[in-house]
């Protein structure tokens, strides 16, 4: 049986419940049905073939080895894909100013009626 690949949803969701340290959080947070996350979690963990929350006794699911490994990387993988969002909207910033300097006018925008 091909379980597939994992999904940007699923390591969201994963990383949710890595963060809020449960299940109901991570689905209120998200605005789904503990369901599907408690579903996106399974389905994450087959496909990967290793178990990423230990769900023994009432505290609340914790990440096993893997799952901290995982979360590590994904929090990561995170910073960086938000750090060069920042990088490429200051970048557009400066080119916009140097280009109302030089040209007196914002050239991105429509023209005014005059």
């Known amino acids: ?5 994992p999904t940007v949803d699923q390591l969201r969701i994963f990383l949710a419940v ?3 340290g449960s299940f109901s959080r991570a689905a ?14 399974a389905a994450l963990e087959a496909q ?6 230990q769900r023994e006794g009432s505290r609340g ?3 096993t080895v893997a799952g901290r490994a995982l979360a590590v990387s994904l929090k990561e ?5 938000g750090e060069s969002t920042e990088t490429v909207a200051a970048r557009v910033a400066a080119a916009r100013a ?3 300097d030089r ?5 991105s925008t429509p023209n005014n009626a005059a």
């Open 18 to 20: 890595a963060e809020q």
């Open 98 to 100: 140097v280009q109302l």
């Open 1 to 5: 049986m091909d379980v597939g690949s």
């Open 77 to 81: 993988l995170r910073s960086s894909a």
């Open 48 to 53: 990967l073939s290793v178990s990423l929350f």
């Open 28 to 41: 209120s947070k998200q605005g789904r049905a503990v369901s599907v996350i408690s579903y996106g979690v």
């Open 61 to 63: 699911p914790r990440l």
């Open 103 to 107: 040209f007196g006018s914002d050239r």
